[in-house]
T-cell receptor, first 108, second 118 residues
Framework: KNEVEQSPQNLTAQEGEFITINCSYS?????LHWLQQHPGGGIVSLFM???GKKKHGRLIATINIQEKHSSLHITASHPRDSAVYIC??????????FGEGTQLTVNP | ETGVTQSPTHLIKTRGQQVTLRCSSQ?????VSWYQQALGQGPQFIFQ???????GRGNFPPRFSGLQFPNYSSELNVNALELDDSALYLC?????????????????FGNGTRLTVT
């Protein structure tokens, strides 16, 4: 079993839909990162959080430390949101452990 | 503020050769991490450098080595290339709090170097 599990693996939505991507992890962490990767390979950091909730534009990330679970929500989805979304956890120390990613496709 | 830049963007090497990949960190960041991402998979941690010293290593053999320079730029060296080394190599810079394991800034990733070993 991977230390970081994401669901779903693939997600197709219509423009305007509300989207949720889930991340569960099995280790104690100091921070959790949500990342966005476009087809060219470049990765953009969306959120780094260790508790509660963060919001940036149409994106919202939540984390429940007790349940070892985080969610990334996208409101009013748009085709430009199509990308791979990756959850990564930072345990004590330096390394990040990544989930396999969720491929999101938003159709117009 | 400059972002993280990696070079080259693409590289083709033959099995058994050696390769050096380069990363220029975000200005003000003292920590750089390297990751290997095989096609269709999440990135795997190779190692991290903090203030020019290795500060954590993933499950990669010694033929993967690195350097961090005083200006916080970094190199990843891979010797005796194998076919399975074909992947996207990503570096990420951040700023680490000196007194503990935590970052005080989000990670900034480069666009990666696509390495193909034939």
């Amino acid at each position: 079993k991977n230390e970081v599990e994401q669901s779903p693996q693939n997600l197709t939505a219509q423009e305007g839909e509300f989207i949720t991507i889930n991340c569960s992890y099995s280790v104690g962490i100091s921070a959790l990162h949500w990342l966005q990767q476009h087809p060219g390979g470049g990765i953009v950091s969306l959120f780094m959080l260790s508790s509660g909730k963060k919001k940036h534009g149409r994106l919202i990330a939540t984390i429940n430390i007790q349940e070892k679970h985080s969610s990334l929500h996208i409101t009013a989805s748009h085709p430009r949101d199509s990308a791979v979304y990756i959850c990564a956890v930072q345990a004590s120390g330096s390394r990040l452990t990544f989930g396999e990613g969720t491929q999101l496709t938003v159709n117009p | 503020e400059t972002g993280v830049t990696q070079s080259p963007t693409h590289l083709i090497k033959t099995r058994g050769q050696q390769v050096t990949l380069r990363c220029s960190s975000q200005s003000g960041h003292n920590t750089v991490s390297w990751y290997q991402q095989a096609l269709g998979q999440g990135p795997q941690f190779i190692f991290q450098y903090y203030r020019e010293e290795e500060n954590g290593r993933g499950n990669f053999p010694p033929r993967f080595s690195g350097l961090q320079f005083p200006n916080y730029s970094s190199e990843l060296n891979v010797n005796a290339l194998e076919l399975d080394d074909s992947a996207l190599y990503l570096c990420a810079s951040s700023s680490k709090i000196d007194s503990g394991p935590s970052y005080n800034s989000p990670l900034h990733f480069g666009n990666g170097t696509r390495l193909t070993v034939t």
